[in-house]
């Protein structure tokens, strides 16, 4: 039976063997473009994770050369209270920005989409912040919150105390992420907003007719046709605010008292303060472990979703 199989079998590889011939001559030259962004992908991204993953078992010293040591890095960067300190920062980082940030895009791309006129005008209005480089920004921003800056002075009129937005520990770290709420919602909102138009409007229509108002709209309709792009926008933010650092350290250095050390800052301030690349890879290395299973966990909800 296995020689009458593959004599019935021979006939059709010989025939997928042309077309496959075929294929790769046709669209060599397609494969050819697709050469050197692979090689920058490879040069840029596999080949520091992996110089990363080899450094962490290293003592690396540019001078005298690197030493093996293990897992002695990691065992000094699970035994340092400083990690566990920017674990618990940043884990409160995000939970702000989730709280604060994450609904503004949705909001303000369901407003506009509403909207019947001037909503070319306010989709700009909205993106502006975006554009603004970190150190305009940032200058901006110590400015607006200076104690004798335009938000207490507002506060003052108000009559309300005056707040050490950048200072006080309470809100130094809740001060950062209305800052980069501010900045950054504008990208997110012209996603959601390109999803929302996608929504076929004659659901809309037929809802009008049965009478739904806009709220009930935005529940029924909008709301759940966002349902996998709101998943996933959930996991990129996830993952994106876990390696903040850019304003931390820009304004505030992790202060004050360490109450805006983040993960990712003190992963660089280990690399390039402390000159401990060893213990810098490691701590890298285990953000990635984490970071990795969550980009598993996202795309096996979008397949479920699909």
């Not at 496959?20 to 060599?28: C, L, S, V, Y």
């Not at 010293?61 to 897992?71: I, L, P």
């Not at 940032?138 to 050490?164: E, H, K, M, T």
Request: hydrophobic share 50%.
């Amino acid at each position: 039976m296995n020689q009458t199989a593959s004599l019935t079998e021979h006939p059709e590889r010989k025939k997928l063997q042309p077309y496959k011939q075929n294929r790769w001559k046709k669209n060599f030259w397609g494969y050819m473009f697709l050469v050197p962004a692979l090689a920058i992908f490879i040069m840029f991204m596999w080949v520091p994770i992996f110089k990363g993953l080899l450094y962490s078992f290293y003592h690396v010293d540019f001078v005298k050369g690197n030493t093996f040591v293990g897992f002695e890095n990691y065992a000094r960067a699970l035994s340092d209270p400083d990690v566990w300190t920017a674990v618990k920062n940043t884990l409160y980082y995000m939970s702000l920005c989730l709280v604060i940030g994450f609904w503004v895009p949705i909001a303000f791309a369901i407003a506009i989409s509403e909207l019947r006129k001037f909503g070319g005008v306010v989709r700009v209005a909205a993106y502006l912040p975006f554009v603004i480089p970190g150190v305009v920004l940032y200058g901006l921003w110590r400015w607006l919150y200076d104690p004798v800056g335009p938000i207490n002075a507002l506060l003052g009129w108000v009559g309300v105390d005056q707040i050490s937005f950048l200072t006080d520990t309470r809100w130094s770290m809740i001060s950062l992420v209305i800052m980069e709420t501010w900045q950054q919602f504008g990208s997110g909102m012209l996603i959601y907003l390109a999803a929302v138009l996608s929504i076929p409007r004659d659901w809309y229509e037929a809802a009008e007719i049965d009478g739904a108002g806009v709220w009930a709209r935005i529940r029924y309709i909008t709301l759940p046709s966002l349902r996998s792009l709101i998943i996933l926008m959930l996991i990129l933010q996830i993952i994106g605010t876990s390696q903040g650092y850019q304003s931390q350290m820009a304004l505030l250095d992790g202060g004050p008292n360490n109450t805006t050390l983040t993960y990712a800052l003190l992963m660089v301030k280990y690399a390039f303060t402390r000159l401990d690349y060893g213990t810098a890879t490691a701590l890298g290395m285990l953000m990635f472990i984490v970071l990795g299973g969550l980009g598993i966990a996202q795309f096996k909800l979008s397949k479920e979703d699909n």
